[in-house]
Nanobody, 116 residues
Framework: QAQLVESGGGLVQPGGSLRLSCAAS????????MSWYRQAPGKERELVASITSAGGSTNYADPVKGRFTISRDNAKNTVYLQMNSLKPEDTYVYYC?????????WGQGTQVTVSS
């Protein structure tokens, strides 16, 4: 069955960088748009960045524009989120999502904590 597995989260100091990865299996990855979301306890999940199936178009939430970059490698069935200039307010659980039409798959999430 379809599976998304995030990795790369952890504890980083303000101003630091992390790269999240999301490895996909069980579906035709190259046919799906991919997104990264983030969620704090008790809050709604919010969109961080998205990328089209072929990688030709990306979109970012205003709080991360200029600092985060989403990319994908369809040969490796993996989507990435490069996060630079991290701030304490970037502390969330980060999730990847695959979608094609009405079909949605979610990963289990990876914690990112930005703290000194």
């Amino acid at each position: 069955q379809a599976q998304l597995v995030e990795s790369g989260g952890g504890l980083v100091q303000p101003g630091g960088s992390l790269r999240l990865s999301c490895a996909a299996s069980g579906f035709t990855f190259s046919s799906y748009a991919m997104s990264w979301y983030r969620q704090a306890p008790g809050k709604e999940r919010e969109l961080v960045a998205s990328i089209t199936s072929a990688g030709g178009s990306t979109n970012y939430a205003d709080p991360v524009k200029g600092r985060f970059t989403i990319s994908r490698d369809n040969a490796k069935n993996t989507v990435y989120l490069q996060m630079n200039s991290l701030k304490p307010e970037d502390t969330y659980v980060y999730y990847c999502k695959a979608n094609r039409g009405a079909v949605r798959y979610w990963g289990q999430g990876t914690q990112v904590t930005v703290s000194s």
